[in-house]
């Protein structure tokens, strides 16, 4: 089936380290985003590609990183230098481009928690 | 900066009833304005679009409106059910080419409990 993958779906992890969250879709999708989602907030832009190896800063785009080598993935490393990294992180493609709505299909989601 | 403004209080209505949440945009142009659903603990799902030109869209039990002078839309359910208890963000989105994959950004999200 089509569709985005986000894994893992729970990670826990100590002060100090990196972790990197992994986003896959087999949509055919140009654009994939990456948002965080605090309790009873809404969504928040980290990062956003349009394309293979380029991306864009969101609004809250520090202490995270991120890469695009495939059009298929869309990895989020969230370092050390994120001084409040425990939330629930979404991962979105959209696309093809022109003529598209630019509707986005969001994964299920992967909550971090910082011990 | 561009803002985007929904209602952040919670909205409790009766089944039956009809539902009307609103979403309200500054410095912003959209050329298509986006409505997602999303379930806790789940990421949102697409709902409709309406688009600059359309006053208003439906989807069987859904209707949206687009007023570009408010600088608002309007996302109706009638004859809601408990089944739609769920938290209903809007996007405001720029149309045309790379923009329809650039940047998009949420609203805060209603959240809306149908009571049965």
């Known amino acids: 089936d089509g569709g985005i993958t986000q894994s893992p779906k729970y990670l826990f992890r100590k002060e100090g380290q990196n972790v990197t969250l992994s986003c896959e879709q087999n949509?055919?999708?140009?654009?994939m985003y990456w948002y965080r989602q605090d309790p009873g907030q809404g969504l928040r832009l980290i990062y956003y590609?349009?394309?293979?190896?380029?991306?864009q800063k969101g609004d809250i785009a520090e202490g995270y990183s991120v890469s695009r080598e495939k059009k298929e993935s869309f990895p989020l490393t969230v370092t050390s230098a994120q001084k409040n990294p425990t939330a629930f992180y979404l991962c979105a493609s959209g696309g093809p481009g022109q003529g598209s709505t630019g509707e986005l299909f969001f994964g299920e989601g992967s909550r971090l928690t910082v011990l | 900066s561009q803002k985007i403004e929904q209602n952040s209080e919670a909205l409790n209505i009766q089944e039956g009833k009809t539902a009307t949440l609103t979403c309200n945009y500054t410095?912003?142009?959209?050329?298509?304005l986006q409505w997602y659903r999303q379930d806790p603990g789940r990421g949102p799902v697409f709902l409709l679009l309406?688009?600059?030109?359309?006053k208003e869209k439906r989807k069987e039990r859904l209707k949206v409106t687009f007023d570009t002078t408010l600088k608002q839309s309007l996302f109706h359910i009638t004859a809601s059910q408990p089944a739609d208890s769920a938290t209903y963000l809007c996007a405001p989105r720029a149309g045309g080419g790379s923009s329809n994959t650039g940047k998009l950004i949420f609203g805060q999200g209603t959240t809306l409990q149908v009571k049965p």
């Open positions: 590609s349009q394309i293979v190896n380029d991306f």
């Open positions: 410095n912003y142009s959209p050329a298509y």
């Open positions: 309406i688009r600059e030109n359309e």
């Open positions: 949509l055919n999708h140009d654009a």
